[in-house]
């Protein structure tokens, strides 16, 4: 198959009809669709895991819009190639013609001053941004750029979107359909693949690629023993990021310091990004030890603050002492409980007033129609306490926090059901 680009270029899409999944932003009268048809296209970062088509979207965004299309990868780019390509922009458009597009690969690894230089540029309409991510932008990405672009979610392929693609890839490609092909199993293409379309058709490759004469059979163990003869480490960009991930806050969450350090450890051998792993650390002390240990969510913040300080490859023994301190702490999820509870409540109650004394009265008028009147400064009662009503009317018996059985979380349940007599503590 010398002198043909990999399968994956070749089953690349160049129109949005040959796009697959993403059907809540491509699909009919999706928002994508509507940009496309309508011409406008405001600035946008996609973000989502690897081989979702983030790159394929915006190729065909620009080729279907008509529109000049740059690109940089923010892992070779630096501030003097983000100027250029705007300078470039600038020297090459014509009178009330549509922006170019400037694609960003991997834009949340562009530092602050890279990003810094992007934004007199997207705000003044010089380019029209647009940003591929595997992590949460919120994160990664400035605020000031952030506030310019709307954010899309790319999702990993369903089975049928998969399907979709295995049987146009028999169907299509220009060297495939030179030979036999059987598809006598379909679990483990699907299950290797893991909603990653790049891996999927990398597979199908690897298998194609390694059998002779013009028949070739796809079969669960074929496929196993192909990936079983060129192993995969650890992808910090596919599938295994996420399952380790996920195997790694389980670990946390069911106090095993063992399990947990192992997990790390696989992250760290297969070159994660500390701040990620760190950032994790900081959800699990909050979400999953929270108030039965408030110091782990102090820890986990000053581990994030230090492994920017350290760097690599010390700061595994940071994220190693932090983890190791998560997984032996008592465990209470009772403020995320607690927020989740709010919520719903705010959703089914909706915008309650605020009681007339809780309110500021800065005004003569506001002091006359009530507000701030009967308030009880609790400072000037004994213990700095004093019995009050501080949730709306309609919800003045209901009980959001619920303290659970841990030694921190007992003491403040007696503090809470002394104050409060029966209304906390129960």
């Not at 680009?5 to 070749?10: D, H």
């Not at 940003?131 to 990405?141: L, Q």
């Not at 028949?215 to 995969?232: I, S, W």
């Not at 009772?334 to 409540?345: H, K, R």
């Amino acid at each position: 198959m010398n002198g043909y680009p990999p399968l994956a270029e070749r089953m690349r899409p160049t129109k949005i009809d040959q796009y697959i999944g993403q059907k809540h932003l491509v699909g009919e009268k999706a928002v994508l669709r509507r940009m496309l048809e309508s011409g406008n296209l405001s600035s946008i970062i996609l973000w989502g895991p690897p081989g979702v088509g983030k790159t394929t979207l915006a190729k065909i965004i620009a080729s279907q819009m008509n529109r000049p299309f740059h690109v940089l990868s923010a892992i070779n780019s630096g501030v003097k190639d983000v100027r250029e390509i705007i300078e470039k922009a600038k020297n090459s458009r014509f009178f009330n013609s549509a922006a170019p597009i400037l694609f960003i690969d991997e834009i949340h690894r562009f530092s602050k001053s890279q990003q810094d230089s992007l934004l007199g540029a997207v705000e003044q309409g010089v380019v029209t941004l647009i940003g591929a991510t595997t992590e949460n932008p919120s994160f990664e990405v400035i605020t000031p750029l952030l506030s310019r672009c709307q954010v899309y979610v790319l999702k990993s392929l369903e089975e049928q979107d998969m399907l979709d693609l295995l049987h146009r890839v028999f169907a299509e490609d220009v060297l495939l359909q030179k030979r036999q092909l059987k598809l006598t199993n379909k679990e483990a293409l699907l299950r290797f693949a893991g909603g990653d379309a790049r891996k999927l058709l990398n597979i199908i490759e690897l298998v194609a690629n390694g059998e002779e004469g013009d028949m070739v059979e796809f079969t669960n163990d074929k496929v196993t023993e192909y990936l079983q003869k060129n192993p995969a480490q650890y992808d910090k960009d596919g599938e295994m990021h996420y399952d380790i991930i996920s195997a790694f806050i389980k670990s946390i969450r069911g106090s095993d310091p063992d399990a947990a350090v192992y997990w790390l450890a696989r992250m760290v051998e297969g070159g994660e990004d500390p701040k990620f792993i760190a950032r994790r650390l900081i959800i699990s002390a909050s979400e999953d030890i929270g108030l039965a240990n408030p110091n782990a969510l102090l820890l986990a913040t000053q581990c994030f603050q230090a492994i920017q300080m350290v760097g690599w490859p010390e700061s595994r023994i940071i994220l190693s002492e932090t983890t190791i301190y998560l997984a032996t702490s008592p465990k209470s999820n009772s403020a995320y409980m607690a927020i989740n509870q709010a919520q719903e409540v705010v959703r089914q109650t909706g915008n309650l007033p605020v009681p007339l004394h809780l309110r500021n009265a800065p005004t003569k008028l506001m002091k006359q129609m009530g507000y701030g009147e009967n308030y009880k400064y609790s400072h000037d009662y004994p213990n700095n306490f004093v019995a009050q009503q501080f949730l709306p009317d309609e919800l003045k018996t209901n009980r959001l926090y619920t303290p659970q059985n841990n030694p921190q979380e007992q003491k403040t349940a007696q503090l809470m059901k002394e104050l409060w007599k029966n209304q906390y503590g129960k």
